[in-house]
DNA sequence: CCCAAAGGTGAATGAGGTGTCATATTCAGC
DNA sequence: GCTGAATATGACACCTCATTCACCTTTGGG
């Protein structure tokens, strides 16, 4: 709101140094890994610069030749992890047969790639309060590459015609949430369920219409 | 970590002190609502006590009279907000004539509520890293009255048979990023188009043809 | 081997903010 | 109206941390 914190987002600014060397680029990664596991586990906020480089092995100063600070290392985290996360699930969905089968198996790699790498959602889900923005962008890139991949499946005739943009915003809220319940916090019910969960909701909607068979 | 600190969670404080007169529960009122905007504005972490106590119109030692502290006021005000919203939501459904009906309804109000109290979303999300529980608590609750109502509609045969409770937590996320992008971010598609892109979802599920794919 | 550029160091600085406390004011019952 | 209890005050002690800086060490091309 005041002044001075205006500069932030002026430019996109390369970092205040961009490594130069195989050594300077070695430092830069164990310095962003470090940030990924103290974020995740404290928190942005709870997580000091020197929790950082503690766990990276670096006197605090050598933070400040990589990054401009707390929140461009926070930035340059979420980009990278989101860069990581589409192309996994790009990849486990790449040989599906239809737009059914690759929202089963985009589903399952999700909750997979959030049980394996639980910072992610800590660390996105801040970042949302430090810079709206860096949040949106991680979600509305994750966004157009769906609403692409349900526009094609359209044309297709393999879905329903509809609003593939608000389609979109509702299937990425079901993967958090299942992520975050059933991923993070509690491990009680099997994927294999929970997709096929929410394949049966794909396949026939909730209700039990006319046309559908009961059990 | 240090010594001096180390009170703040000793007993389960019932709080510094319940306000024993009129005018002490106006002040407190006065204090929790301050607290809404202020956290809901700046987040919890930029927001400070004294903008709380700024905004309420009293000293900054008012504010430990009544509360023993930051996270404690969180804690009360998540408590609070939660308990609205369910009344909210449950009143807009109590009057629907099936499950179907009552998810329309309920997406409606959501996205309504959320727009005309803006400060549920973030106090909320913000609290997850405050201190999970109080998170885990909002929806628990909230996913308890919704499996109820699963349970009855399934029981009434108003929807396929499934599992309750992983819908319930896919609805859930559903419609927290709906509200999210559509409620509280842009607001370039009306509640109607929103609605009945759900509800075409529930009654006829993402693939073409109700019953099966296609060969 | 040399040496300029790149990388690394960690103590010092200072801003920002929570929670305390001794004191002043208001309330409510008598 | 008196008086003890409740409430309100706001300056400040104290601490945590992000960031800076002057100086040292390593690297790698010539």
């Known amino acids: ?13 390369p970092g205040p140094g961009a490594p130069k060397t195989a050594r300077g680029a070695r430092t830069r990664a164990r310095i962003l890994k470090a940030a990924e596991s103290t974020f995740g586990t404290l928190g942005y906020h709870r997580a000091g610069i020197s929790d950082i480089t503690r766990d990276a092995g670096v006197a605090q100063g050598t933070f400040y030749n990589y990054f401009a600070g707390k929140e461009e290392i926070l930035r340059e985290l979420v980009r990278d992890m989101g860069h990581q996360v589409r192309a996994r699930l790009a990849a486990e969905v790449v040989n599906a047969r239809d737009r059914l089968e690759a929202e089963e198996k985009g589903l399952r790699a999700f909750l997979e790639y959030l049980h394996d790498n639980p ?9 949302q309060f430090v810079d709206e923005s860096i949040y949106r962008e991680y ?12 526009a094609d499946a359209t044309r297709k005739g393999e879905i329903r015609s509809g609003n593939n943009e608000v389609r979109v915003w509702a299937l990425m809220g079901m993967s958090n949430f299942l992520g975050l319940r059933y991923a993070l916090w509690e491990g009680d019910v099997s994927f294999d369920e929970i997709v096929a969960t929410i394949s049966d909701l794909f396949r026939h909607g909730l209700a039990i219409d006319g046309l559908d068979r009961k059990p």
Request: glycine share 6%; aromatic share 14%; no cysteine.
């Open 139 to 150: 979600y509305e890139a994750f966004g157009r590459g769906y609403l692409r991949m349900l």
């Open 1 to 13: 709101m005041s002044a001075p914190n205006a500069n932030a987002n002026a430019i996109v600014d």
């Open 119 to 127: 910072y992610l959602y800590r660390v996105l889900q801040e970042a």
